[in-house]
Structure formats: structure tokens, C-alpha cells
């Protein structure tokens, strides 16, 4: 039976994918850097587990890592050269785009599959840029919007701040470039248009993997708590079940075909937090019973078009 290592188990999100992967019956390795944090998890969980940090990875007889531990700028790496030098599959969970940059480079001569992004961000919006590319001829370009309602986690807020740091960025014919002067626009999520401002999330890179769409932007449009300011450390683990429950996630995908034609798609799902491990653990599940290729991949180009949907309560509308 192939072995699956969750990296980051004690976070926020990783307890919770550590969690359901045990449910489900997976031969499940937990590790972090945390020894007090990883005994006590394992021994609720009946599992095994390694401390280590990432630059000193042990991955003898693990067959997937899916990392939990952000900021992924600070993790990322490491495990990724670590997974490659040990024929080890890497999945994790980030929204920032220099990740993914670098899985794309990694990627290009690895022999174990590098397929960064498999939470809220970017599997429900990358098989939204996939579906809403086939309803128009020639697809030209696209922009995606993502819905950030409610608190923010710890471990997403310092991620944001990786992601603000990383600079605006498009994809304009093929090339991704920055774009410091990009202006907010305005997309429609359902309930009629919303600002949203620009920013440079991972699916700059997959939606060009997934739909070949030479001209990609990407937004936010939050409606929950102000973004964190001061020591980001210090803030909660993340939201909790009821707030989780309060609040569903949406992305809206807006594409324009050769001839001028506008397709819009609006993805429903439960809240991203609750999407995120439920999505992960079900992409580990498939790499371990073989559904994966070597190099960098993406959620939509290796699943198809109605993964996301594989998660109850998650729909797709077309407008």
C-alpha cells in the first residue's frame, strides 16, 4: 500500500486533511517541525509521524508529500528538491504565484509529478477556466475573480502577504509580465457586478496550462475582515466550523472569444477552508492509486474538467 505524507499535519488545515485522510483509510506518515504538536496528533490519529524541517527532508518510503506548511515561499522549495531527489510526488495547497513559477521550472525535467495548488485555490478555478474556455471559438483571454468572504487564517494572511510581495502580474499573449499599473475592475459573481482588484494568484500560471488562453488577470473581491495588520504571527488558527459554515466561496471566470463573443461561469462551493483539505486529500488519494504524470501539473489538466465538482455541494452556473 503506497504511503501518503502530510507535511505541515498540526496547522490549521493540515489537522483537518490529516484527519479526513485517516477516515478514509490511507497509510498516512504525518510531519512537521513541531515534535510536541506531531506526538500528540498521532497519537489521536494512530499514525505514524517524522520531525524534521525542510531542508533536511526524510521522505524514505513515502510515495506522496502533500504540504500543508506556509508561507510556501519558506517550504515550497526544499520539499519540492527533496521530493524530486527522493521519486517522491509533491502536491500542496498554495495560492502564491512564484510557487507555482518555480514548480513550472522544476517541473520541466522531473520524473515525479510537481502539482502545486490542489485546495480552494486553484482546483475549483482552474476547472472554471477550463469549463468556461470551451463555451466560446478560440478563447482569447480571461480574467478570474475569487470571493474571499469571512476571517482569514493565520497561514492565508501570511500567505497573502507572499502573494502581495510577488508584485501584479498577467498573462498577456503567453508571456506572464508585470503589470503595476493593472486597474480594479468589475466582474459579477452572480448578484451583479462587485469591484475587484487585481492580484497575482497561482491560476496565472495553470489557467495557461489548463486552457492555453494566451491573456489571463486575476482579482479579488473580499467582503470579510480588513486584511490583518501587524505581527500576522500572532493571529488565530483560522475561522471556526459555524464561521466556515456562514460563509460559501465563489469564483467567477469571464473568457472572450476570437470573434468578440463573452462567456461567464460562476463556481459555488462550501467555504474554502472546509473545500481545501477535502480536495487535497482527494488529489493525494488519486496520485496514489496512479493518476499522475512526471513533471508540473495542474488539478484540471490532470483530473479533468469536473474535478472540483467531485466535492459535494460544489456547482458550477453559467451566465
Known amino acids: 500500500m503506497k504511503t501518503l505524507m502530510i507535511y505541515g499535519a498540526t496547522g490549521y488545515t493540515g489537522r483537518m486533511a490529516a484527519q479526513h485522510a485517516k477516515q478514509l483509510g490511507l497509510n498516512l506518515v504525518l510531519a512537521g517541525r513541531n515534535a510536541e504538536r506531531l506526538a500528540s496528533l498521532a497519537a489521536e490519529l494512530g499514525t505514524p509521524y517524522r520531525v524534521f524541517t525542510p531542508d533536511a527532508a526524510q521522505l524514505d518510503g513515502i510515495d506522496v508529500l502533500l504540504n500543508f506548511a506556509g508561507p510556501f515561499a519558506q517550504t515550497a522549495e526544499a ?102 499599473g493593472a486597474q480594479p475592475q468589475y466582474l459579477d459573481f452572480g448578484d451583479g457586478p462587485v469591484l475587484c482588484a487585481p492580484l497575482s494568484f497561482g491560476d496565472l ?65 462550501i467555504n474554502g477552508y472546509s473545500y481545501t483539505p477535502l480536495a487535497a486529500v482527494e488529489t493525494a488519494r488519486r496520485v496514489l492509486d496512479g493518476e499522475r504524470r512526471p513533471g508540473f501539473e495542474t488539478p484540471a489538466r490532470l483530473f479533468g474538467v469536473g474535478f472540483a465538482q467531485t466535492i459535494a455541494g460544489t456547482h458550477i452556473t453559467d451566465y
Open 79 to 180: 520539499l519540492m528538491r527533496a521530493c524530486i531527489a527522493n521519486g517522491t510526488d509533491y502536491l500542496d495547497i498554495t495560492a502564491e504565484i512564484n510557487v507555482y513559477r518555480l514548480a513550472e521550472r522544476l517541473g520541466a525535467e522531473s520524473q515525479v509529478m510537481l502539482l502545486p495548488g490542489v485546495g480552494w485555490d486553484v482546483v475549483p478555478t482552474d476547472c472554471l477556466a477550463m469549463h468556461v474556455a470551451s463555451r466560446v471559438q478560440r478563447p482569447q483571454s480571461i480574467k478570474i475573480a475569487l470571493h474571499v468572504p469571512g476571517a482569514m487564517s493565520r497561514g492565508s494572511a501570511m500567505s497573502v502577504s507572499e502573494i502581495l510581495g510577488a508584485g501584479v502580474m498577467a498573462r498577456l499573449d503567453g508571456q506572464l509580465v508585470a503589470t503595476p
Open 205 to 269: 500560471v495553470t489557467a495557461w496550462h489548463s486552457s492555453a488562453i494566451p491573456n489571463i488577470a486575476m482579482f479579488v473581491h473580499i467582503t470579510g475582515e480588513a486584511f490583518p495588520e501587524g505581527d500576522l504571527s500572532l493571529l488565530p488558527d483560522g475561522p471556526s466550523q459555524g464561521q466556515r459554515d456562514a460563509h460559501r466561496a465563489r469564483a467567477v471566470a469571464e473568457v472572450t472569444g476570437i470573434d468578440g463573443s463573452v462567456a461567464r461561469s460562476v463556481i459555488e462551493t
